[in-house]
Every structure is written in structure tokens, then in C-alpha cells.
């Protein structure tokens, strides 16, 4: 049986990896990422993954090497290469940065002006120089960008940056934010209609692990005189589920609430008289 297989490229080794193997995983799917692997088939989902090098993924997808991959909007940025982008993945977040040694007197981006700038990133820096009318002297260099100025390659850099301490243990700061950037899922224009529904049933379930990450599913017991006040706390998809314990005057409610305020709504329920608060992960979320 040949049956027709959408074709995804990850990142064989690096920043991405790992969390682009896990998310194909909490969706349920199953395949074999042995170390050195090339190629792989999914053994329940009709999907091969292919593993390569980040700055290949986009060039593979347009030649039709590869249906859909996830690469940092960075890399692709940079290749300039017409494939869309289908779904933000929320991680590998960086941004890319102007950044100079701490003794140079920046005050704006025109004191860039006919100096020289090192970076991986010439297309994108090429641009935004271009746009802000900045003459500078791109030195594209492919690693440790963050040494340049300091064996005097050049007066600036353009890097990615994402904590920081980078650029700090270089004596460098940040002055421009170039572009920011995270994972995204990159498609081909015009996949044929079976792959298509292919890539639709895996973006169905990449939001529902996505809406999952945002939210905290909670349990807990509350006083009855106290319900309506709890209830208002929870907003819940639709309404919070209230089902009466064994012991008379308490009911145990269940809920969903958002990742960023947890913590203020627990001590806000727990100040109300819950008990019993109990806080679980969700792996999917479908609404
Ligand atoms: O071998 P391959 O070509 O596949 O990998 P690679 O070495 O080109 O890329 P890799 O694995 O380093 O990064 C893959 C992607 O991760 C990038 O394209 C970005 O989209 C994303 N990402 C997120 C980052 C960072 N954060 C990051 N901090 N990529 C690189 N860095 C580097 C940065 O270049 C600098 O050297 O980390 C350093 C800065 O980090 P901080 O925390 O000190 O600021
Ligand atoms: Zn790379």
C-alpha cells in the first residue's frame, strides 16, 4: 500500500530540537528519533519527518524536498524564500540585536554610519540598514560573532540574542532590536489536496496542545457559603463544574484557568476559604 505521507523537516541537532520532537510527540504522534537518524516514518500518523540543518529546512521546502518544517522565523528571514507561515509555535524565542562594545558612545542607529558589522544575518541587517538610510560594512562570518569586535573585525555586531549574558560576558550591549523571533511552522504554498487534509488534522491537534500550554487545569473544595464568591474567580471555558462533596456543606469545583495568573487567582481562592487545591498540567485542549 502506498499510502500518500506529508513530509516534515526539524532541526536534526540544536536550540529547536528538542522541542519540535516534543510537541510532534504530545500530539499523539509516534516515531523513532534515534541519534543520526536521517529520515523517520511516523508509526501512527501519516507523516515523515525528515531531520536537517535549520538553514536548509526553508530551500528544501520550496524545492518540494519537504512539505512543511519548523525553522526560527530568523532562518527564514534570511533565506528569503517564499514558503508561509502557518502557525507560531511559542518557542525558541529570541530576538536579533544590534550590539556594541560597552564603551561606544550609541545614541542612534545613524551611529552605526560607516562603521563595520559583523553578523550571520547580512540579508536582514542589509535591510534594516537600508531602511533607516545606515552606510555600515556588513562582515557576514558564520560562529562566534560575539568575538569580533574584540580581536577588532568590526564596530558592532548583529546577533541573536536571549537571556543576555552573551553579550555581557563580550562586554557588548544591546542597542537595536532587528527583528524578534520563535519557531514557526512553514508550509509550502499549494500542497496537493491530501496533503493538505494531512496538514490540517496536525494543526488541529498542534492548537490544541498550544491552547493546552496556556492553561492549568484545578480542582478544589470550597465551603457552600462560600461558592458563588469562588465560582466568580474561575471563569473556566464555559462555566466551572460544582459537584457536592460527601461531606454536607462543601462542594468540589473544577476548572480551567489561564497559565499567567495561577498564582493570583490560588491565593485569592485559598484567602476565600478552598481547600484542597489541586493544579494539573493539560496536554491537549480542544474547544
Ligand atoms: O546546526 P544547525 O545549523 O541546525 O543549528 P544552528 O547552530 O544554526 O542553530 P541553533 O541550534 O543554535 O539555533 C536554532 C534556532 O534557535 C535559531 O535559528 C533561533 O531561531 C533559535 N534561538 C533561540 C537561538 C537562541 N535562542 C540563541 N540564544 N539561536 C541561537 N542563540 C545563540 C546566539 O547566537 C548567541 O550565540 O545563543 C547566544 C546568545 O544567547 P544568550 O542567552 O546568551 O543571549
Ligand atoms: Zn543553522
Redesign the pocket.
Known amino acids: 500500500m502506498n499510502e500518500e505521507k506529508l513530509k516534515i523537516a526539524l ?6 530540537s528538542e522541542d519540535s520532537i516534543n510537541l510532534l510527540k504530545t500530539c499523539g504522534i509516534k516515531f523513532d528519533n534515534g541519534t543520526g537518524k536521517l529520515k523517520s516514518a511516523a508509526q501512527n500518523f501519516p507523516l515523515e519527518i525528515f531531520f536537517l ?3 536548509d529546512i526553508p530551500q528544501y521546502i520550496a524545492d518540494g524536498v519537504a512539505d512543511i518544517g519548523i525553522v ?4 527564514l528571514a534570511e533565506a528569503q524564500i517564499k514558503v508561509e507561515i502557518i502557525e507560531r509555535l511559542g518557542f ?3 530576538r536579533l540585536s544590534l550590539a556594541v562594545p560597552k564603551s561606544f558612545d550609541y545614541q542612534t542607529i545613524k551611529s552605526i554610519d560607516k562603521k563595520r558589522v559583523a553578523t550571520s544575518y547580512p540579508k536582514i541587517l542589509g535591510d534594516f540598514l537600508s531602511q533607516n538610510s545606515v552606510d555600515a560594512e556588513i562582515h557576514t562570518i558564520s560562529g562566534s560573532v ?1 568575538i569580533a569586535p574584540s580581536i577588532n573585525l568590526a564596530d558592532a555586531i548583529c ?9 555581557f560576558t563580550n562586554g557588548l550591549k544591546e542597542v537595536e532590536i532587528v527583528m524578534n ?1 520563535e ?1 514557526v511552522l512553514i508550509a509550502r504554498p499549494k500542497l496537493d489536496a491530501s496533503s493538505q487534509m494531512i496538514l490540517e488534522k496536525l494543526l488541529f491537534r498542534i492548537k490544541a496542545v498550544k491552547a493546552a500550554a496556556q492553561n492549568k487545569y484545578i480542582l478544589l473544595n470550597a465551603p457552600n457559603d462560600k461558592l458563588d464568591e469562588i465560582i466568580e474567580m474561575l471563569p473556566g471555558i464555559k462555566s466551572p463544574t460544582v459537584m457536592p462533596l460527601a461531606e454536607t456543606g462543601w462542594s468540589s469545583v473544577h476548572s480551567v484557568i489561564n497559565e499567567n495568573d495561577f498564582w493570583e487567582i490560588v491565593e485569592n481562592l485559598k484567602n476565600k476559604g478552598a481547600e484542597g487545591i489541586l493544579i494539573l498540567s493539560i496536554d491537549q485542549m480542544v474547544s
Open positions: 532541526q536534526k541537532s540544536g536550540r529547536l540543518r535549520d538553514d526560527g522565523e530568523n532562518v525558541g524565542k529570541c560575539e546577533d541573536l540574542v536571549s537571556s543576555g549574558s552573551t553579550l523571533s519557531a
